[in-house]
């Protein structure tokens, strides 16, 4: 079979007959991840411990975030105040309670780790393109403070047997 | 000037289009952000979370959720499932890639229910159009269970948090 320029499907027929007919949705990735051990601080309105920059190509896109944070020490539970924000070129803010949860155990030296996966649509955002930033942190509601756990990224400081740990994250773009 | 190298187009601005796999064609999104009590049930549904239009009859749909609860019931459980159905009202239940995890403090404590599932085309039939993307519960010796009291907790359940919600993405996907 020849190459062939299919211009009124707009698609192009190779040789071995696969086609360009199907469009990868997801045009964008950015990964980041976080080494460094740190208290957590104790925050009532939102405030984040790690930023991460990225890029949107497309003013159109809806964004997912996906991650994993690695804390310990239990301190406030069960407390649902860990939150994600977005934020946009102009500064403008997205703030979802939604889409991240922790989970402590019984023991209070133990692993508390946070998992987020948020989609935000393009009609929740604006049409800025360029440089965003997503923000992972939480907040209290009225006027006290807490924190999901005491460290964050935590070492062979809290066991003797750890080896150093790291938050990841994940931030996809998709256009369809 | 655009090139043509095996089964991939190369456009002059250096963006790629290639026939075959390795792709996301499709997607959907849902969440849900209502504080849920939820009944202590067998073959129950208790969250219709997304639709996705399949565009292809050959295709996989790859499910990942993250859905918050409160105030642990039944576990270790394993009753828990996600579920996709067609416009035809096909359905195909897995109970591999959902599960939950309860805090071991005790009761009134944070739960985590996770999804990471592909429905592979080999399981599915080859219908295309909208699909829906279905959780819930159902035990083996027919008894009544839930995996968590309360769903989407708030601050309800602890005075210092906020309404959290649970999110599901679901992706067609023509796999490498």
Known sequence: ?176 | MATISGTTLTYGSGTSQTAGGGKVISYGYGEYNTRTSLPNANNYIFWDAATINRTRSDTDLHVVALMPGHNWNSFPYGGCFVEVKDASGNKYRSYYGAQYLCCGEGGNQEIVFKVDWTFRDSVLNNNTGNWTVHFGYQSYDGGDNKWAVIWNPNASDDGRGYQKSSTCFVEEIIYG
């Open chain 1, 1 to 176: 079979m020849a190459l062939l320029l299919d211009g009124t499907n707009n698609r192009i027929q190779f040789a071995d007959g696969s086609t360009t007919d199907e469009t990868d949705v997801l045009v964008n990735i950015t990964y980041a991840q976080n080494t460094t051990r740190q208290s957590a601080g104790d925050y009532n309105q939102f405030n984040y411990w790690w930023e991460v920059n990225f890029t949107r190509t497309r003013t159109d896109s809806d964004i997912r975030v996906s991650g994993l944070i690695h804390g310990q020490g239990n301190y406030c539970y069960p407390y649902y105040g860990t939150a994600i924000r977005l934020v946009a070129p102009n500064g403008a803010t997205y703030l979802s309670d939604g889409g991240s949860h922790y989970l402590h155990t019984k023991w209070s030296n133990g692993n508390v780790p946070i998992w987020t996966e948020k989609v935000w649509l393009a009609s929740q955002i604006n049409s800025q393109d360029s440089g965003w930033k997503i923000q992972f942190g939480w907040r209290h509601t009225g006027s006290g403070t807490c924190r999901p756990f005491n460290i964050i990224n935590y070492n062979n400081n809290e066991d003797g047997r750890a080896r150093q740990r790291g938050s990841s994250c994940i931030i996809r773009e998709y256009k369809q």
